[in-house]
Every structure is written in C-alpha cells, then in structure tokens.
C-alpha cells in the first residue's frame, strides 16, 4: 500500500534511539544510542574534537531518487541544503556541488525527507508516496497514482498496471475516465478520437513523449494507431493551457523505460479473430540501455448489428446483418536506447515504426466491399539531457522527425465522390527545448522552446490532381512557466504563458483565383495563451485546486486554404479562442479517496462552414458555444482484497452561435450523463475486475433531432498467475450484448470475449 517506509539501516538506529530518549525522560545525559555521558564531560569531549579538526576538502555529492513502493526514478524532486539546491531529472538523478550537514528532499505527492551525513558514494534515496491523492483518483487504476504531476491543474494519471495484461485498446482505456469521450467508427483498430470536457478533438492536443501528434491539415488524432503495448502512462489534463496548447485539454502519452533484465511475451485472441502478439525486452551493455518492442494486431471486425435499410422509422425492413470490409491489420515497433543514464549527462535516442492496412466499411446501410486505407508512420528522436546544470538547474534538448504516408483506394467509387487513388504524405521536423532552474531553494522556473516545421504533400494516381494542396507551415513557440511554492509546500501557485507564431503557405494554381474571396497563398499569426493554477493544502488529506486560462487553435490547412471541390479557403480567419475555469478539492485519508470538479468553458471565434453559393462554403468564424459541468471520483480499499472505484460526470453544452436552428442546441457527441464503476477483488493468485459503463442525454447531430438511449455496458475480466511468471487472462466486453453507437450508420461491437497469455523472464 501507499505506507511504505523509506528506511535506511542508519536511519532505523537513529529513529529507534530518538523514540527511546522521548520514551525515558528521567535518564541524566544524552539519550542517542543509551550512552551515558555525563553532559560536562561531553561537552568537553566535543569541544577537543572541534578544536582539534582539519579541514577538510568539500566533495560532490551525488545520487538517485527512486519511489520507495515501485522503484522508479522520480523526476522534479527538490533537493535543498544551506549552501543551494538541485532538481533531479527525468531518471531521478541529482547533484550537488557539497556534502552538506543536511540534505532536505521534497516533492509534490510524497512526504518530506531529511538527511545527514555520513553519505555513502552510491546514494539511492527512497521516498515515501503521500496517501493524500493529489491527482485525481482514475477509476481505471487499481490505486491512486504513484507519481501525481506538481501542476495544480485537475489531471488524470493512467498507470500501465490499470491496463496490462488486457485485451484493450488505448481509445477504450481513455474513456473510462471522468470528463472524456471517445467517438469510434466500430470495432477494433478503427478510427477513433477523444473529447475532453466537451471540446471537440480538433481542440485536444495529444502528445507522444512530449511531441506533438495533432496534424496541421486538420482533424484529431486517431487514438486507434497508437498501441498500448508501447505505453508505460498516461496523463490527461482537464482544462486548457495547462501542459500544451489544447483549447479544451491535452493528453500526454508517455511510451516504455528501460527496464534492465526484463524480457517478456504475451499472446491473445477473440472475437471476430481479433488476435494480437507483442514481445518486450529491456537489457543493459556497458554504459548503454536498451528497449525493444515490437507488436502484431489483427482483427475481422466482422461483428453483427441492427441494419435499419436506411428507414428509421420503418421495422419492417430490418435485418440483421454483419460488419463488411471493417478488417484491421497492423505491425508495431518500439526501439530505445540511452547512454550514461547515471551520469548528469545523458544521450538517448528512440525510434519507432507503425504500418497499418484497414478496410474502410462506409455507413451500415450501404456498406462498402472494396475501399481501404494503408498507412505507415516513422518517429524519430534524439535527445541531449544535463541533469545538473551550475547545480541548481538542468536542460533537455530533443531534435525530432516523423514521417506518415496514407494511401486510400476506392477504385469502384464506393466511399466519397468518385474513383479515387490517392497518397497523403506528411512530414514533421523540429527542435524542443525545456530548461529548469531552482532559485530560492523552492521555486521553479522553467522555459520550454519548440521550432517546428510541417509539410503536407497529396498526390493523386487516378484523378489528374488531388482535392487538397500541397501546404507548408512553420510554427514557434515559446512557453515560460514558474511553479511558486509557499509555507514549506503547503501552497503551490503556477504561472505560465504561451507564445507562437505560425506561418502557413500552400502550391499549386488556386481553382477559385477569379473570386474576389479567393485566399491568399500564405497566412502569418500570431497566437498567445495564459495559464494560471493554485494548490492549497488546507489540511491532511485535504487539498483545493482552482486554474483559469486562455489559449487558441490556429486554423488547419483545410480552413485556410480550401481544396479544388467545393470548399473556398479563407486566410483571414482568426484562431478559435477558449476561456476555462476550474475549481475543486481532493480528500484523502488512508484507503480513502475523493474529488469533486466544477468546471466552466466558453468558446469563441468557433469555425464553422457557411454556404457562399450553390455548390460551395466558406469557413467563417461565426460559431461560440459553452460547456460547464461537475467531475466526481472517489476510491475506497475495503480490504487488501477489495478496492471499489467510481467517477460520474455531468456536462452542459451549448451552441451559442448565432444561427437560428442550432442557438441553444446541446453539442453532438456529448453526453450528458457518464458514468463508471469498477470492483476490483483479489483472491490469492486471481484478480477478478468488473467494469459498469453508464451514458445518457447525447445526440448524434446539431439539429438535436437524433436522440441517442441510454448506454448500459457490463465487462468482466479475470486475471490468474500461473507459477512465477506466467499469468493468464479473460475478458468479456459488453455481456448484454447491447447495441451501441457513437456516430450514426456507424455500430459498435456487441457481446465479446478475449483470453490473453503472458510470459516474463528476468
């Protein structure tokens, strides 16, 4: 559990010596160690010590700060003593420039240490994790998390524990969570995004080990090509301005560590063929770490569902039918490596490959039998680490390039307008920079950098040109952040600003030059962003938390520039702003947790599409809307062997545009209730977890007239270890076999089962 000592051999005799003098208070002398020494023959003793001395030559001190249940490096721990103080890295490695009579170590999350010397030449410092949740309990993880983020802001931590060894996917993990929706075209590996408090997911950035995944062409991120079996955590941050520049919030996912001495493999299959492999292994050469992982997926997705024949209103020509064309086959691979990580100076580099090949069904009443998408994405990046930097700093420098290729055929003119055959190629280079300083033995002040440059080239192999242009855009960012700490950490204040300037352009003959709204070949903005945050710890086990922002989205190429179909471009749009507030507190005692939200969102200068004529549109910035709810989850450990979870959130949504069939709309895709249970219950050598999925007030369109039903889903998963390393699982999806959708003429899968092998050596 959470009380796990941090306790040297040293530090136990100095404990035990210290209760002993408070438990025999008569006893003449010094206490420490039940020595009885007069005191004026002590303090003679001491007083020849002293005098007698040589001075002797200052020495670094050096070492690692682990977290004393899972072992893990621990990052941002401040290190201070009389003459300065440290930050550790990313790995928990720290310096300073002395040994000094005392060392105080302290981070956000786990309970202040303080030692003295003697220091051994290897120091592995262990603390302690605080049983008051600082970061929201997430009903997904069997306790709270073991690293909470010092920020203020409302943050969900998703620990690779919550998920291993299931047969899940990285979109359905998320949306266990309070205050996010994910919207999936059915089944698994099929395209799917995330929304965050009501935000759509073009207003969400998600991050891959802190590079930016969201494309300039448009569009949110496909959650579905990321593979779980690369992902060690996973942090949501609730709000804007927080962690990035999402106008509605940002995900971060962070991939694998090097774990030296670990090799592992698992295998599952299920339903509709869904089958999967994944090998893991993570060695040590000399002064060099490595970690690969490499993974194959595969499923049918042939899953039956209701076919309405396109006439909602009319049962008669119903029928049951399966899912056409939805297969899914894709190949992962995960390769990292660092040098000198016990060293202030680190180099590390990462590289990881994704392929993928999936048909593309259509809607349910006119499926398609032929059309598909090929896809293959490269991530590069290297990176240039100083752990302790003049001692009381540190600077991290990552130079990164991703290239992604998708080609879509629809030779029979099935999906879309016309026969088409054409390749997307994107291209992303960039330099990021995040440096740390410690001043005043307490506050933080960190800078991070980003220059980044994107290009999008579309080529078409049957049409004579592609709809969309060839576009380019260079981005940079600049975003200073001081994290202020007051009354020994009991009030955390955080300040940050985000600076950036964008340049976009695009190639090729503009079709609608002759319009006087033709747009411009190139399009410069500047963007800007606040954020502010404060923790108060008004008690043990008692925290608030309030945040307030402004951030920006700049429009995508789609927006600026149009296509050669039937969209016009518009350089003159202004980015879509987004003013949030939040505010809540977080309870905690022992195996107890609780945390209640109120959140408050208003979008303006939304885009929106408007008809110029009888066969094209415009986008303008016409569109506003506003979304204010209450996020609750609390966590309660009845036993060693039960723990109980639960999250409910309630979302109010509104369409403010000044458009009268959509003004005072509720926002497609939101839901208005949500809601989560999860027991988990551990027998011996089993795990036994069931998961209730709750939803209801959501509509599929703007208009309000398609009115989704309630959502009730029941899963099921069980969990044996078989000898010492070998663990076996079953899952059971949706056991009432409910049928579900989140997009219409989209269905979802029904009642489904996975088992799941797993082999670990060491």
Known sequence: MLMTSFLADREVDVRQAYIHRQTNPTSRGVGFFRLQVPVPQLVYILTILIIGSSPTKAEPLSGRVVDAETGTGLS??????????????????FGLPNRAESVRLSRVGYRDLLLHPPYPNALIVRLVPNPIPLSPVDVTAPTPPSEPLPEPAFTTVIERSAFDQQTTTLPEVLDRSAGIQVQSLGGVGTVSTVSVRGASSDQIEVYLDDILLNAAIGGGVNLANLPLSNVRRIEINRGSGQTGN??????????????????????????????????????????????????????????????????????????????????????????KVVFNADTPFVLSASQSLHAKRQGIPGISNNQSTAAHLRSIRSSTQITAEHRSLGQTGHTKHTLYFSHTGETFRDTLGEVGVGRQDNTYRTRVAGLRSRSGLVFANQHVLLLQSDIRRETYDPTANIQLIT????????TWQARPRLELSFLDSQIHWSIALDLRRILSSFEGRNPFAFSPQAPES??????????????????????????????????????????????????????????????????????????????????????????????TSRPVNVGKARAFGVETSASLGVSDQLLLSANYTFLHTEDRSAIPHLQGNSLPGRPRHKASVRPEARFGRMTATYVYAFEDGNVLDQANRRHLPSRHLHNISLRVRVGLNTRVGIDATNLSNARVFDLWGYPLPGRAFGVSLTQQWE
Do not use: C
């Not at 721990?77 to 928990?92: A, E, M």
């Not at 694998?256 to 299920?270: H, I």
């Not at 709809?467 to 260079?474: D, E, I, M, V, Y």
């Open 467 to 474: 709809p969309l242009f060839a576009s380019r855009r260079w």
């Open 246 to 335: 999402g106008v509605g919030g940002t995900v971060h996912i962070r991939t694998r560590k090097q774990d030296s001495g670990k090799t592992e493999a698992s295998a599952s299959w299920g339903s509709f063929d869904t089958r999967s492999i994944n090998l893991f292994t993570s060695q040590s050469a000399g002064r060099a770490r490595y970690l690969v992982v490499a993974d194959y997926a595969s499923s049918d997705n042939d899953f039956g569902f209701l076919d309405d024949n396109g006439t909602e209103y009319n049962a008669n020509d119903d029928r049951f039918a399966d899912r056409q064309n939805n297969d899914v086959r894709n190949a992962n691979f995960l390769g």
């Open 76 to 93: 941002d721990v401040l290190i201070r003593t009389l003459g300065g103080s440290s930050l550790s890295d990313s790995s928990g490695i």
């Open 522 to 615: 190139k399009s410069s903005r500047n963007l800007y962003g606040w954020h502010t945050g404060l923790r108060i710890r008004m008690s043990d086990g008692l925290s608030f938390k309030a945040n307030a922002a402004r951030s920006e989205r700049a429009p995508s190429f789609h927006e600026l520039f149009g296509d050669r179909g039937g969209v016009l471009g518009n350089t003159s749009l202004d980015p879509e702003r987004g003013h949030t507030w939040d505010a809540g507190i977080l309870l905690g005692h022992r195996d107890v947790a609780f945390e209640a939200v109120y959140f408050y969102q208003r979008y303006d200068g939304l885009i929106q599409f408007a008809q110029t004529s009888q066969a």
